[in-house]
């Protein structure tokens, strides 16, 4: 009997199995967390697509209101779904010496949800100025 238990001691058939389930919730949370950056960066450049588009569409007609452009930003951001689809937009005309220019920025909140961590959420900010034609 004793002869049996050095034995077992020894045995390390499920070594592996162990060391594997240790592993797998931190690669998974790596995964996941590298999904979770992919998916904050194309939300972002994203957000930059719809202010130069917007931008574009001031500088074709510059008489477009700020109500107008900021409602054709939501549109453009529609494709980030409701959940992530928390944007400031801000379009203000300020006079400048030579000519007028009009600013637009928006602001996106993204929500990092990795597993195993806490809730981060981070602000991006982007912003174009665009000269107005009088």
Request: net charge positive; aromatic share 6%.
């Amino acid at each position: 009997m004793c002869a049996k238990r050095v034995s077992f001691r020894r045995d390390d058939r499920g070594a592996t199995v162990v060391e594997f389930a240790l592993l797998l919730p931190v690669l998974a949370a790596f995964l996941v967390g590298v999904l979770q950056v992919g998916w904050a960066l194309h939300c972002a450049a994203s957000v930059r697509w719809a202010l130069e588009d917007a931008g574009r569409r001031l500088l074709i007609s510059p008489q477009t209101s700020d109500t107008e452009t900021a409602r054709h930003l939501q549109i453009a951001m529609a494709s980030l779904g409701p959940r992530n689809n928390q944007v400031e937009i801000l379009v203000s005309r300020e006079p400048g010496a030579v000519q007028t220019v009009a600013i637009v920025t928006a602001v996106y909140q993204h929500a990092f949800d990795i597993p195993l961590l806490p809730r981060v959420t981070t602000p991006f900010r982007a912003s174009i100025t665009i000269p107005l034609r009088p």
